[in-house]
């Protein structure tokens, strides 16, 4: 299973398949998420202690296309911590519309209940979970602090220099979206980035700001 995969799993947990019937009872699951790496793959614990085997079984990690070789990720897990909870509130989150079978329809709902506050960026410009959306980061009219992208990694270095024309704050690829050029780049302007991540994995694992 791909880590991107796993990510759809974590959503389907949380909201029983991006929202719909079951959504309100899904929200309130306390997940403890642990996010392996290095080819034992991803593994969920449903709080206290229930495996969520499914996952974890047959998963065979990133086909070795993690960033642990990416210059610069030594910090990772900081790096993370600090977009999440200390970069700001608002998400840019590019390629979310209101297809619900697409990763980022869930990953916007688990951002939202967190506290953040989601921008749509989708060539159709279509309000999604009740924010306008908008067509570029170009367009959008207030400051954005973090970039989401949900596009192939062959996209998705121009969308991190847009974030960094648009003055946002950090720049976040999902899992499987990978551009090492494109990290190099955003960190010399001197944003935070992290790539082959889900914020929906990484964010209930951190402790509530003080």
Request: net charge negative; hydrophobic share 40%.
């Amino acid at each position: 299973m791909l880590l991107a995969d796993a990510c759809d799993e974590v959503l389907r947990l949380l909201f029983g398949g991006g929202g719909g019937e079951g959504a309100e009872e899904a929200r309130s699951v306390d997940l403890a998420l642990v996010h392996t790496r290095a080819g034992d793959g991803p593994v969920l614990l449903l709080h206290p202690s229930t495996l969520c085997a499914k996952v974890a079984a047959g998963s065979g990690g990133n086909d070795g296309a993690g960033t642990s070789g990416c210059p610069g990720m030594d910090n990772e897990t900081e790096t993370i911590r600090r977009i999440l909870q200390d970069s700001g509130d608002t998400w840019a989150v590019v390629g979310l519309s209101n297809n619900r079978s697409r990763a980022a329809f869930g990953v916007a709902q688990v951002l939202q209940r967190f506290g953040k506050r989601v921008v749509p960026v989708h060539p159709k410009a279509e309000t999604v979970h009740g924010e306008q959306g908008y067509a570029s980061l170009a367009e959008i009219p207030f400051p954005v602090d973090v970039v989401d992208v949900f596009v192939n990694s062959e996209l998705a270095g121009p969308v991190a220099d847009e974030a960094v024309a648009a003055g946002a704050k950090a720049v976040w690829f999902q899992l499987d979206v990978i551009d090492v050029g494109a990290y190099e780049r955003t960190r010399a302007a001197g944003l935070d980035m992290v790539m082959d991540r889900c914020p929906a994995i990484e964010i209930p694992k951190l402790p509530p700001r003080g």
